[in-house]
């Protein structure tokens, strides 16, 4: 699928007809993997219909590699913005679900589409409000599982992990170094990352440095000064395709990287990975509490959930606490990759 250009959703033949869920999720990997539980519970709970994820084109093959899925209809926003309008075609949807937000936009978005039942928190500008009340303090998989919950559907936020694609990985066992995120305040700065990867390389590890779309600068100074080769890098001109980035990630030996897409990746299939937190804490947006996920995170000795601007312009203050031998430590104390197959969900 085109990552910019909606396309028009059809209903294969042999459908029959079939009702149709539409979730609204129009965000990034991260956000999706993160709602990976929620498109499961919605999955078995209405194991006859066409669940369709309203989701940026470029997510397709991640979108499908959840099992959940059955079809994606393109969406078209800046940034984390709600979809002014989507391209749905045909009658209204049987049961659209909110798993965007809780303002008035995205319900408003489906709202519009005049589904036969629509599952959402609570909006505050409701005139009659339906739906939980929305929590600020609480971890993204635990908050659509709870919305779930409050409509009688059964929903486990560890239902998390994804199978590895069928495809092997460019480079097996690496150390995966991920120095991009989609704001400066979530950067730890870049010759930190280059001082671990050249640490790692000089220990005999084969590491890669990833880079998503425009991150190509960033990530090729990052390896140069790792004293790595220009071939280390994967990405950078465009987004690694999922299925390239997955099958890396899920052979690897393990993931450095801030809080952003990847590590919900790296969580996702079951890989070890060290995450670095700055302005967010991690209890809202970080890994399950295993060995296999170290987080690091220096708090100013409150308990706030975002204690710092999620999108700032320059790095967040409790990300620069995190030091280069403390990331080596981390990476060091993990546990070997966990190699157990993963369920593959039967394709529909």
Not at 4 to 12: E, N
Not at 92 to 103: F, Q
Not at 177 to 204: K, M, T, Y
Not at 283 to 296: E, K, Q, S
């Amino acid at each position: 699928m085109a990552p910019d250009r909606p396309q028009q959703l059809r209903i294969p033949p042999g459908d029959g007809g079939a009702p149709r869920l539409l979730v609204l999720r129009a965000l990034g990997l991260g956000d999706l993997l993160a709602a990976v539980p929620a498109l499961r519970a919605l999955r078995a709970a209405h194991p006859r219909h066409r669940l369709v994820l309203a989701a940026p084109g470029r997510l397709a093959d991640a979108a499908r590699a959840t099992g959940a899925v059955d079809a994606l209809l393109p969406t078209r926003a800046a940034g984390r913005e709600v979809p002014r309008r989507l391209d749905w075609p045909g009658p209204p949807p049987d049961l659209a679900v909110d798993l965007h937000g809780n303002g008035p936009e995205s319900r408003g978005v489906l709202q519009r589409l005049r589904p036969a039942r629509l599952l959402a928190y609570a909006s505050p500008g409701a005139p009659a409000p339906v739906g939980p009340a929305w929590r600020d303090d609480e971890h993204e998989r635990d908050r659509w599982c709870r919305l779930l919950t409050w409509y009688g559907l059964a929903a486990d936020p560890a239902d998390l992990r994804i199978a590895p694609p069928d495809r092997p990985s460019p480079v097996p066992g690496a150390l995966v170094v991920h120095p991009g995120a989609d704001a400066p305040a979530r950067r730890w700065p870049p010759e930190r990352f280059a001082a671990v990867a050249r640490a790692l390389h000089r220990a005999g590890h084969r590491v890669v440095i990833t880079a998503g779309a425009g991150e190509g600068p960033l990530a090729r100074w990052v390896a140069a000064r790792a004293g790595l080769s220009p071939e280390a890098v994967l990405g950078g001109a465009a987004d690694v395709p999922f299925a390239d980035l997955a099958a890396l990630v899920a052979h690897a030996r393990a993931v450095l990287v801030g809080d952003t897409g990847l590590a919900h990746l790296a969580t996702a299939l079951g890989t070890p990975s060290v995450v670095l937190f700055g302005p967010v804490a991690p209890r809202l947006w970080g890994p399950p509490h295993t060995a296999r996920h170290r987080v690091l995170w220096h708090p100013d000795g409150d308990d706030r959930p975002r204690p710092g601007d999620a999108h700032g312009d320059r790095p967040d203050a409790r990300l620069l606490r995190i030091t280069v031998s403390e990331a080596l430590a981390a990476l060091d104390a993990l546990p070997e990759p966990d190699r157990t197959p993963v369920r593959k969900e039967p394709a529909r």
